[in-house]
């Protein structure tokens, strides 16, 4: 995914996904040198799936303050 215009339309589509949110916690955050990494927890039920808690952790590399890079890692309870 490049850009901000693709980035925020993947956003869209996932968002329109969800049926239900229940709800997102931030478990841990870690910056170093132009980098930051944060763990959520989110508490869903996908449209014609069952509620799940999805772990997800976000990446991010900064150059001039803003994110010039972002990878996820993802698991399910």
């Given at each position: 995914?490049?850009?901000?215009s693709?980035?925020?339309?993947?956003?869209?589509?996932?968002?329109?996904?969800?049926?239900?949110?229940?709800?997102?916690?931030?478990?841990?955050?870690?910056?170093?040198?132009?980098?930051?990494?944060?763990?959520?927890?989110?508490?869903?039920?996908?449209?014609?799936?069952?509620?799940?808690?999805?772990?997800?952790?976000?990446?991010?590399?900064?150059?001039?303050?803003?994110?010039?890079?972002?990878?996820?890692?993802?698991?399910?309870?």
């Open positions: 995914m490049v850009g901000k693709a980035n925020r339309e993947r956003e869209i589509q996932g968002m329109q996904m969800i049926e239900t949110f229940h709800g997102a916690q931030v478990h841990a955050v870690t910056v170093g040198d132009n980098v930051t990494m944060v763990e959520w927890e989110f508490d869903v039920t996908y449209k014609g799936a069952p509620r799940m808690k999805m772990c997800q952790v976000a990446v991010q590399r900064w150059a001039d303050g803003q994110i010039i890079n972002e990878r996820f890692y993802y698991s399910t309870n």
